[in-house]
């Protein structure tokens, strides 16, 4: 079936370091791919987005780029700040009924950024 | 605007009980989405309502049902509560292929 494999933390950087998070994915069909961000206590909230093969998403300075011949969504920021402490998700979504269909999740991964 | 609406924001139910959790969508939104997500973990999707009908079923039991109603909120209900029912339950909300938006979620705990 489809899933979304993401590299485990915790992930602690120093202020402006260079941030890659790993994600990869197995489908069947055509998926649209996503990173969530949940900061504590909250819900997730979509920091962007790639709906078919070579898009990139980006979004608050963070850009991944859907690659479909090695099945990756790899998130990346140029210089991280404290207030980017949180976790992420990969996720992927098959469209269902000209719809968007159910997101399958990673495991998320918890990112902590020291001043 | 406001976005994706849960109630409650806590609830604490003993093994047995039933439990009724209630989501607004995000205005515009006719497509509600129950997701649980255990601690650490990433969410899992329970269902889909669209139309007032479930639309996709995620692998969980009989005990999860829900409800669309006409104004397109929904109602997540569990019967018989385990404890490893306990979980954030997160709604949310979609309008076609837009991607979906979530609420802050409602924190289940089973004693």
């Known amino acids: 079936g489809d899933s979304v494999t993401q590299m485990e933390g915790p992930v602690t950087l120093s202020e402006e370091a260079f941030l890659t998070i790993n994600c990869t994915y197995t489908?069947?069909?055509?998926?649209?791919l996503f990173w969530y961000v949940q900061y504590p206590g909250e819900g997730l909230q979509l920091l962007l987005k790639?709906?078919?093969?070579?898009d990139k998403g980006s979004n608050k300075g963070f850009e991944a780029t859907y690659r479909k011949e090695t099945t990756s969504f790899h998130l990346e920021k140029g210089s991280v700040q404290v207030s980017d402490s949180a976790v992420y998700f990969c996720?992927?979504?098959?469209?269902?009924?000209?719809?968007?269909?159910?997101?399958?999740f990673g495991k998320g991964t918890k990112l902590s950024v020291k001043p | 605007d406001a976005g994706v609406t849960q109630s409650p924001t806590h609830l604490i139910k003993t093994r047995g009980q039933q439990v009724t959790l209630r989501c607004s969508p995000k205005s515009g939104h006719d497509t509600v989405s129950w997701y649980q997500q255990a601690l650490g973990q990433g969410p899992q999707f329970i269902f889909q309502y669209y139309e007032e009908e479930e639309r996709q079923r995620g692998n969980f039991p009989d005990r999860f049902s829900g409800h669309q109603f006409p104004n397109y909120s929904s109602e997540l209900n569990v019967n018989a509560l385990l404890l490893g029912d306990s979980a954030l339950y997160l709604c949310?909300?979609?309008?076609?292929?837009?991607?979906?938006?979530f609420g802050d979620g409602t924190r289940l705990s089973i004693l």
């Open positions: 949310a909300s979609s309008f076609r292929d837009q991607p979906q938006h």
């Open positions: 489908a069947t069909g055509y998926p649209s």
């Open positions: 790639a709906t078919k093969a070579d």
């Open positions: 996720a992927l979504s098959v469209g269902y009924g000209g719809s968007q269909g159910n997101l399958i």
